[in-house]
């Protein structure tokens, strides 16, 4: 289960096609419509265009329900949010996105029905609209310009549920099909540069040598190294001495 | 200091004009752009669809910076945040929007420059531009359809960016002129309502009065009247058991 996106009174098909792009980017399917401008089913090239600008999100579009009032279409839910960017001279809770989907989340647990709900563009919801809802969700903005596109917005709500549900760790190290080095690897490495180092004359200050050795270490540490590019360097090193590469298939020196 | 966001090759200049939008709802103002496939300055006609797509974001466009190589667009930077929506095999730092955010923050707070690179329509970045970077960053999104519009991409990373240095509380109840009502108001309240429905005979099975003027009270509470509301559900009362509505000025009743 999931919230309803429901948008009243869109005024623009490119509109719609674009909530339903953004609905499924966010894997969002259930889109319920009011009293749209364009009357429903669309005139073929209206529909055309509102397809076009779906990028491909056709499901949402087709399975979309249509009300002729806001009333009907919130009738059999719990729980309705209404996003607004103005303080309107209501009583009213006004929760930000981040705020308002884990409560969205815990409702729908317990089988709930939630809708949201989006305004036409340009005017928004006007307040006979938004008593109509439990609460009022405002996406903190620039208050210069806070002005967002119908599908702008409805992406905002959807992204704050697709991670509110989402397990993606927040930093990862993706390593391809080599693994990260381990520390025998990377301990192999540095004894090996060292050695050369110290062949070629690069510590010429003794006792500036333990100092210079950490911080080539540090550095090399941050790198985070997979085991195939310890190898790569242990190359690196080989053809800077003027040992030649190895053929492949080739294992003797 | 803020991220810059640096469109790689965009193709249209509908999405340069919608990505300036999203960045000013986000309170970002650095544009750069690199090889844009229509020559810069534009063409007047190419100016004016830019423009419409902006909604009046036409500063951001007029200060963009513009150039021929993606090497020369980030010469000047400390740290470069590539978003792709791609798996590729490539060793690197995958950051969550939401984890890269606050990095970016303490990383400009030490004035560092930092931005964030966006590939052009359809293909997004590819390898070559990718390894310029310092880290990747991938948006969270159904990965069945997560193929954003441009303009989406750099909306959400301006979201993250403005909710890191937001100060806007979470839940708030915006009450307009009034204020909240206090306990000495509410139980006045509770208190009436109690008598009248004494009177009425509200409470038939006298065992179950507490439970019931409990249970009055606790749906009142959620409410989280205003000192207006309080007194307009006294008006209510007084209404419902025939005391007729005070003319204002006729304090007599």
Redesign the interface.
């Known amino acids: 289960m999931q919230p309803i996106i429901i948008l009243v009174e869109p005024q623009l098909v490119e509109n719609i096609g674009?909530t339903a792009?953004?609905m499924?980017?966010?894997?969002l399917t259930d889109l319920r419509l009011v009293d749209p401008r364009d009357p429903w089913p669309l005139h073929e090239v209206m529909e055309e265009r509102m397809l076009a600008a779906s990028?491909?999100?056709d499901d949402i579009l087709k399975k979309a329900q249509v009300f002729a009032t806001l009333e009907e279409a919130i009738a059999d839910l719990n729980y309705v949010y209404a996003t607004t960017g103005r303080?309107?001279?209501?009583?009213?809770?006004?929760?930000?996105p981040?705020?308002a989907v884990p409560e969205m989340v815990e409702r729908i647990a317990a089988d709930q029905k939630v809708g949201v709900l989006f305004g036409r563009e340009r005017t928004g919801l006007v307040n006979d609209q938004i008593v109509l809802a439990n609460a009022?969700i405002?996406?903190?903005?620039?208050p210069e310009?806070?002005?967002?596109?119908l599908?702008?917005a409805v992406?905002?709500i959807g992204?704050e549920w697709?991670?509110a549900k989402?397990a993606?760790?927040?930093?990862?190290?993706?390593?391809?099909?080599?693994r990260p080095a381990t520390r025998e690897e990377y301990m192999g490495f540095y004894k090996r540069l060292e050695d050369e180092l110290d062949k070629g004359g690069f510590f010429v200050a003794k006792e500036m040598r333990p100092i210079m050795v950490r911080s080539l270490q540090n550095m090399l540490q941050r790198a985070?190294m997979?085991e195939q590019?310890v190898r790569t360097w242990h190359g690196v090193i080989s053809a800077l001495i003027g040992i030649p590469k190895l053929r492949k298939g080739n294992t003797t020196p």
């Open positions: 674009m792009r953004a499924m980017n966010c894997g990028s491909g999100a303080t309107h001279d209501m009583i009213n809770r006004i929760l930000t981040r705020a009022k405002t996406i903190p903005l620039n310009f806070a002005s967002l596109n599908a702008q992406l905002l992204y697709y991670q989402d993606t760790p927040d930093r990862q190290l993706h390593t391809g099909s080599s985070e997979t590019e």
